[in-house]
């Protein structure tokens, strides 16, 4: 069974504030993408990440992809009220299935 | 990319009833899936919707509760079926193009059992 666990499931922080969202597997990804979806929206790709060790940054996020592609991180620098919402990890296997991580729902307070 | 279009966005139905939602790409697409996602929370795979043939479907989803068409790589169409209030949910297309390791969302159907 291929099982992707991302923590924290919640975080509330204060606007400026540092965070990092994990993404963990105990199976390898060909590739690995990252979602952020807000209320009545559907999730929107942020990133996909395909070569371990690979860092992609968008503005103040920075995603990495572990050396061994069973990980990830979301690290995003000095957060904004604009940056609340869901966060998802999602893994693609080798046999080509997508699988969805808990999600992450951030909260940033001005 | 991709775009999605779902209807309807959202809707308000009585139990007992049928509930067919729509999902229209503008574009040909290899696969088509259907999610479940409780508000504020993870996705659950239904089915992938396969042209011309029947959904495969995920465990604990059977296709007299839900089932789907898919009449060509642009269009499926998911029906939610003698609904009861544990269907109130948002249920969600998602496809992939040539590039299989991107998947694309539609904005979502919002339903509500009574």
């Known amino acids: 069974t291929q099982l992707l666990e991302q923590s924290p499931q919640f975080l509330s922080i204060q606007e400026g504030e540092n965070l990092t969202v994990y993404c963990n597997s105990s199976s390898v990804f060909s590739s690995l993408q990252w979602y952020r979806q807000e209320p009545g929206e559907g999730p929107v790709l942020l990133v996909t990440v395909v070569t371990g060790g690979e860092v992609k940054k968008l503005k103040r996020l920075t995603f990495q992809f572990g050396d061994a592609r069973k990980d990830s991180s979301l690290h995003i620098t000095a957060a904004q009220p604009g940056d609340t919402g869901l966060y998802l990890c999602?893994?693609?296997?080798?046999?080509?299935?997508?699988?969805f991580g808990a999600g992450t729902r951030l909260t940033v307070k001005p | 990319s991709a775009v999605i279009s779902q209807k309807p966005s959202r809707d308000i139905c009585q139990r007992g009833t049928s509930l067919t939602i729509q999902c229209q790409v503008d574009s040909q697409v290899t696969m088509m899936f259907w999610y479940r996602q409780q508000p504020g929370q993870s996705l659950t795979l239904i089915a992938t919707?396969?042209?011309?043939?029947?959904?495969?479907?995920e465990s604990g989803f059977v296709i007299d509760k839900f089932p789907i068409s898919r009449p060509n790589l642009t269009f499926s169409t998911l029906t939610v079926s003698n609904m009861s209030p544990e269907d109130s949910s948002i249920y969600l297309c998602?496809?992939?193009?040539?590039?299989?390791?991107?998947?694309?969302f539609g904005a979502g159907t919002r339903l509500s059992v009574l």
């Open positions: 999602a893994g693609l296997y080798n046999n080509n299935d997508m699988r």
């Open positions: 998602s496809v992939r193009g040539r590039a299989k390791n991107i998947q694309y």
């Open positions: 919707a396969n042209q011309g043939s029947e959904a495969t479907y």
